[in-house]
Nanobody, 123 residues
Framework: QVQLVESGGGLVQPGGSLRLSCAASGFTLDDYAIGWFRQAPGKEREGVSC????????VYATSVKGRFTISRDNAKNTLTLQMGSLKPEDTAVYYC????????????????WGQGTRVTVSS
């Protein structure tokens, strides 16, 4: 059974850091493009970052560029999002996602999604 499970969310003060992880099971991440999306209360889901399967190319939303870093560990079948200099507007539920097609991940049309982990940035 294909499954993505996120962890690492929580409450953090503005300017702080968090590390989100996504563990994949039931399939091998090597052949999949993977990414992170988020959905804030009352807002639509938006892309945060994604990474290709072929050459490790990455894409970041303008709002997080320079503050967040996406990485993948194919040996451990995990995806990570290192978040720094967090702002209140980063508050959202963060979802990891995977698909064989890079184009689908980039637009949020992936086949596989995790259940989400909540990140709250507040003093």
């Amino acid at each position: 059974q294909v499954q993505l499970v996120e962890s690492g969310g929580g409450l953090v003060q503005p300017g702080g850091s968090l590390r989100l992880s996504c563990a994949a099971s039931g399939f091998t991440l090597d052949d999949y493009a993977i990414g992170w999306f988020r959905q804030a209360p009352g807002k639509e889901r938006e892309g945060v970052s994604c990474i290709s399967s072929r050459d490790g190319s990455t894409v970041y939303a303008t709002s997080v560029k320079g503050r967040f870093t996406i990485s993948r560990d194919n040996a451990k079948n995990t995806l990570t999002l290192q978040m720094g200099s967090l702002k209140p507007e980063d508050t959202a539920v963060y979802y990891c996602t995977a698909d064989r097609l890079w184009s689908k991940v980039r637009v949020g049309k992936s086949d596989y999604w995790g259940q989400g982990t909540r990140v709250t940035v507040s003093s």
